[in-house]
């Protein structure tokens, strides 16, 4: 079991890696569009939807990275007073009762949408550059996908704290 939970962790790791450097993308790409349109007048027509690609990219490859490293928005007003183990029984009821299922039913329509834009060809259309679809839809699954398994991790984690004790 530990070496799963040491393979998901690293996945996550990867993933905040991978999220740098879209970032720094990001930045690039939006740059080059404020010059373009600002300092010589010649708007781009794929610069805005790159960046809007580029942020749909670095939001779902960080969700795992952020959930290894506790980053997500938590309402901390009687959590921070817990045990660890009453920590560990309050994620467990709500990863059960909310995080899984929210991420199933994510995850199938996300892959639904990414299979649909497979197989009709599917094109963005937020301008007239018209990229396919299907890279950042994968994507979407990819992400939700290393989500889940980092939760599933988190969960295990949780459970062995309930069962046997002691910390995380």
């Known amino acids: 079991m530990k070496k799963f939970l040491t393979f998901v962790d690293s996945i996550s ?3 905040g890696l991978i999220a740098r450097w879209a970032v720094l993308a990001l930045v690039l790409v939006l740059s080059f569009e404020v010059t373009m349109r600002h300092v010589l007048n010649s708007p781009t027509i794929w610069a805005h939807e790159m960046s809007t690609m580029l ?3 670095l939001v779902c490859i960080g969700w795992s990275y952020v959930h ?11 959590y921070s ?45 937020a301008s007239f550059w018209y990229p396919p ?6 994507v979407v699954v990819i992400g939700l996908c290393t989500f889940f398994l980092q939760g599933t991790a988190e969960f295990v984690r949780d459970v062995h704290v309930v069962v046997k004790g002691g910390a995380r």
């Open 55 to 57: 942020g749909v990219f």
């Open 13 to 15: 790791e990867w993933s």
């Open 81 to 125: 007073r817990m045990s660890p183990r009453g920590k560990a029984i309050t994620d467990i009821v709500n990863a059960l009762v909310f995080f899984f299922p929210l991420l199933l039913v994510l995850i199938y329509g996300a892959s639904r949408m990414a299979w649909e834009a497979y197989i009709f060809d599917e094109v963005l259309m």
């Open 133 to 138: 679809a299907l890279p950042i839809r994968t």
């Open 68 to 78: 290894l490293h506790h980053g997500h928005v938590r309402v901390d007003v009687f």
